[in-house]
């Protein structure tokens, strides 16, 4: 994995604090940890917690206990990105001014129900690479004076990318360089496709950044060089791609990394304690035991 020329190599980890680390986390950490060694680099640890409903301070403390555990350690302070929730406003703001970003109200029930309903006729919905349906709302095709009237009326609402308005800015192919590997072997320079994913969000009502707009604007910030993260993430690279060009960030080198699946041959969730890094050392396993599990 080459760094961008005279430029020394970034590197981060960046868990969301809503669950306990497990192997897969372990081996997305220990990569980036170890790469940044190898290459002269820093690494970076960042807490993806701008989910107050689903982040909490026991989850981070567990966090930080596992990574030192495993022998890591990462410059300070720790970037926390609920103490940055301006800068992402901000952000938003732009692309709300370019009109590029128009406000939903749909809650999450009426889309699941409008598609619901769609679907009983016997078609299929589309759906975004992780299988969420695309939004069903049509509050884009509003005017101004409507989307203003709307907002007034103080009904708690969404952002969301017009993505047909954001990829016609695009004045030159959007790519992106993947020294890993995606789903289905893709490596090298890899065509993003943004729109498989409609318009995403970019802020909801109650937390004022996704986790797309946030990530893209801490990597820039935070002046990543490196994305490396576990495939389940491979497809969001091209929001991610998308709101660079928009927002006029650099672009980093994106590294997609296997995933460790579990005896069920499914992803490995937080809430399955016996795969939690605590779990391992609670029974007794070495960080060198661990790292033989996954690397
Ligand atoms: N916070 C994300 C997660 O825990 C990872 C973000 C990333 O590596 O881009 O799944």
């Known amino acids: 994995m080459n760094a961008p020329l005279s430029q020394q190599p970034v590197f981060r980890f960046a868990p969301s604090p809503n669950g306990q680390l497990h192997l897969g986390h372990a081996l997305s ?17 960042r807490t993806e917690d701008i989910d107050p409903a689903r982040s909490t301070p026991e989850f981070e403390a567990g966090i930080y206990t596992d990574l030192a555990w495993l022998g890591l350690s990462w410059e300070m302070p720790v970037r926390r990105q609920s103490e940055h929730l301006d800068l992402y406003r901000q952000a938003l703001g732009k692309l709300i001014d370019r009109g590029l970003a ?25 759906r975004d690479p992780d299988g969420a349906p695309l939004y069903p709302g049509d509050e884009r095709r509003l005017s101004p004076a409507a989307q203003q009237r709307m907002l007034a009326g103080g009904k708690p609402h969404a952002w969301r990318l017009d993505m047909e308005k ?31 994913w409609g318009d995403v969000v970019l802020s909801r009502s ?3 950044s996704s986790y797309h707009l946030a990530v893209t604007l801490d990597d820039a910030l935070q002046g990543v060089t490196h994305v490396v993260r ?18 006029d960030l650099p672009e980093p080198v994106y590294r997609h990394h296997h995933l460790i699946l579990g005896p069920d041959g499914r992803k490995l969730s937080k809430s399955n304690r016996d795969t939690g890094i605590a779990a391992f050392r609670e029974a007794g396993k070495t960080p060198d035991d661990v790292r033989a599990m996954i690397l």
């Open 102 to 126: 128009y406000p939903a109200f749909l809650t999450r029930g009426a889309i699941k129900a409008a598609v619901t309903d769609f679907e009983a006729r016997g078609k299929t919905w589309p």
């Open 206 to 208: 109650d937390a004022p």
């Open 29 to 45: 950490a220990i990569l980036n940890y170890d790469m940044a060694r190898d290459l002269g680099g820093r690494f970076l640890l």
């Open 166 to 196: 954001a990829i016609a800015e695009l004045d030159a192919p959007l790519t992106w360089q993947e020294t890993g590997e995606g789903p289905n072997g893709e490596t090298g320079t890899v065509t993003a496709d943004p729109a498989a």
């Open 230 to 247: 576990g495939r389940d993430l491979y497809h969001a690279t091209a929001v991610h791609r998308l709101l660079q060009r928009l927002l």
